[in-house]
Nanobody, 115 residues
Framework: QVRLLESGGGLVQAGGSLRLSCAAS????????MAWYQQAPGKQRELVAS???????NYADSVKGRFTISRDNAKNTVYLQMNSLKPEDTAVYYC?????????WGQGTQVTVSS
């Protein structure tokens, strides 16, 4: 059974930082592309950052220079370090794992940034 368990969300003031973690089980983590998505109320789910099995990283323009994605294959965990948070970063953040046609989602973790 595949599980993606996110943690690290919460309430933070603008300018603050949070670190999200996503612990994966039931997959061969090292071969999967891992990503973080955000979904704000009334909006579609959007890609925030992704990292391939080979370490190629991609960021949404809105988070470049502020967020950092990383992975630890020994711990089957992907991270999202979020610095200089803005109120517009408020959303539910979802972990995603993908390998060929196998696509999995976590349950999401709420991030709220107050102004």
């Amino acid at each position: 059974q595949v599980r993606l368990l996110e943690s690290g969300g919460g309430l933070v003031q603008a300018g603050g930082s949070l670190r999200l973690s996503c612990a994966a089980s039931g997959i061969i983590f090292s071969r999967n592309r891992m990503a973080w998505y955000q979904q704000a109320p009334g909006k579609q789910r959007e890609l925030v950052a992704s990292i391939t099995s080979g370490g190629i990283i991609n960021y949404a323009d809105s988070v470049k220079g502020r967020f950092t994605i990383s992975r630890d294959n020994a711990k089957n965990t992907v991270y999202l370090q979020m610095n200089s948070l803005k109120p517009e970063d408020t959303a539910v953040y979802y972990c995603n794992s993908r390998y060929i046609d196998y696509n999995y989602w976590g349950q999401g973790t709420q991030v709220t940034v107050s102004s």
